[in-house]
């Protein structure tokens, strides 16, 4: 126990470094250790009976509350830390309910949330995640401020707007979709250093044109879930342009059928299409490496070409881009359960697609961790900056487990 309490002693002063007060070193090591000890609870109170000699409650709570440091520069330190120990191959980018019972707390609204599956009452967190196979960090979020809580909507609520300076909302703070703030995440952790070639992420923001194309913007490829209304034309479809008469504006080039479904697509292709691809160890046992049962299932990729209209305005006329159209086709299943696009190189081996497509369940591991051991969704505070604070200390303490783990023998470190 010494031992790991010297580790996290070393980690969360180079994660503090910033920090120019011996009081707010001294707080912040012992709140992740609060999240680290065992206990249900993850709020101050709980914690601080836990730590004895650290256990001043209301230290705790003014560092996570109103001390004045900045989670972005403690998140660079922890992104520096975890580009160098995972090389991650991809960013993750997902979000996650914290559900509550009240309305006081910064950005809470009755919104849609995976967490419950349904609108409830709750804040919703976005985050971003290095990622490899075998593990994951949460390294950069954002509070989602929904448009009720803006002033300069139209969809504004008098009573959650003047909440905004009780919470300690930044005046200049206003709505922004989802996938936008994923793309500046992205940016951020550009800023910091941290360059990686691939965004995952699910239909939320794969469904989302503007997303994909900022993906691209800043040079990266992506592999993002996609719902099967999705319209594309065939890889192999060419646009025509219908004669001109030589009066008026000249014909703009167009395709000769309409766009299809994802789903219309693959269902033309038919059942024959489909591959088996084993792409990992799952947790019930069978005969993998770890003693645990490889994950399979049945894949078609095809190349096709998106037909939304963001797509279609930029492309003006021209061919729209070509990219991986993947679907997952169980034996079983009369026709395809799940979509997905991507826009690596034609040559890319079906088994890497579907790789990449499935490392999203290192973001839901990361989330059930964080939250079930960790504490993530404990915190009581009602504050913009309290909830930034929380969560970047509980990606901390993430972390830290993320790092023993993989210091130990490679068959505990497999995936579980």
């Known amino acids: 126990m010494a031992g790991v309490r010297e580790d996290l002693a070393a980690f969360t002063a180079e994660m503090f470094e910033a920090f120019t007060r011996a009081d707010q070193h001294r707080w912040g090591q012992a709140y992740v250790r609060g999240l680290l000890l065992d206990g249900r609870r993850k709020s101050v109170e709980p914690m601080a009976a836990r730590l004895g000699e650290d256990g001043n409650r209301?230290?705790?709570?003014?560092?996570?509350?109103?001390?004045?440091?900045d989670p972005a520069h403690v998140r660079a330190r922890l992104a520096w830390r975890m580009q160098a120990e995972l090389k991650p191959t991809a960013l993750?980018?997902?979000?996650?309910?914290?559900?509550?019972?009240?309305d006081a707390s910064a950005c809470v609204s009755r919104q849609y949330t995976a967490t419950a599956g349904k609108v409830t009452n709750c804040q919703v967190g976005v985050s971003l995640h290095l990622a490899t196979d075998q593990a994951s960090s949460a390294v950069d979020w954002r509070l989602f401020l929904p448009r009720s809580w803006d002033p300069a909507s139209d969809k504004a609520d008098p009573l959650k707007v003047a909440r905004r300076q009780q919470c300690g909302i930044p005046v200049d703070?206003?709505?922004?979709?989802?996938?936008?703030?994923?793309?500046?995440?992205?940016?951020?952790?550009?800023?910091?250093?941290?360059?990686?070639?691939?965004?995952?992420?699910?239909?939320?923001?794969?469904?989302?044109?503007?997303?994909?194309?900022?993906?691209?913007?800043?040079?990266?490829?992506?592999?993002?879930?996609?719902?099967?209304?999705?319209?594309?034309?065939?890889?192999?479809?060419?646009?025509?342009?219908p004669p001109y008469s030589g009066t008026g504006r000249p014909p703009v080039a167009r395709y000769p059928d309409p766009a299809k479904s994802v789903k219309a697509l693959v269902i033309e292709a038919?059942?024959?299409?489909?591959?088996?691809?084993?792409?990992?160890?799952?947790?019930?046992?069978?005969?993998?490496?770890?003693?645990?049962?490889?994950?399979?299932?049945?894949?078609?990729?095809?190349?096709v070409r998106p037909a939304g209209r963001e797509i279609r305005d930029r492309a003006d006329g021209a061919e729209l881009p070509e990219c991986w159209l993947l679907a997952e086709w169980p034996a079983k299943e009369p026709e395809p359960v799940q979509f997905w696009l991507c826009d690596l190189p034609a040559d890319t081996p079906l088994t890497t697609l579907v790789r990449l497509a499935k490392l999203r369940w290192r973001i839901e591991h990361d989330y059930r961790e964080m939250k079930q051991a960790l504490g993530l969704a404990h915190f009581e505070g009602r504050t913009f900056n309290g909830w930034h604070h929380h969560v970047t200390l509980v990606a901390l303490a993430h972390a830290f487990c993320t790092l023993r783990r993989l210091a130990r023998a490679p068959k505990e470190t497999a995936p579980a």
């Open 270 to 303: 038919g059942r024959g299409a489909a591959r088996p691809v084993s792409w990992r160890e799952g947790s019930r046992p069978g005969r993998g490496r770890t003693g645990c049962k490889r994950m399979y299932s049945r894949f078609v990729a095809l190349r």
């Open 58 to 69: 209301q230290a705790l709570a003014h560092f996570v509350t109103t001390s004045p440091w």
């Open 173 to 241: 703070l206003g709505h922004v979709e989802k996938w936008q703030l994923a793309l500046d995440m992205i940016d951020e952790t550009r800023s910091w250093g941290v360059h990686v070639p691939l965004a995952v992420a699910d239909a939320g923001y794969g469904d989302t044109a503007a997303f994909r194309l900022g993906v691209n913007e800043r040079g990266m490829n992506y592999v993002v879930g996609i719902s099967t209304t999705l319209s594309a034309q065939p890889g192999s479809a060419r646009p025509l342009t």
């Open 92 to 102: 993750i980018i997902d979000d996650t309910g914290f559900l509550k019972d009240g």
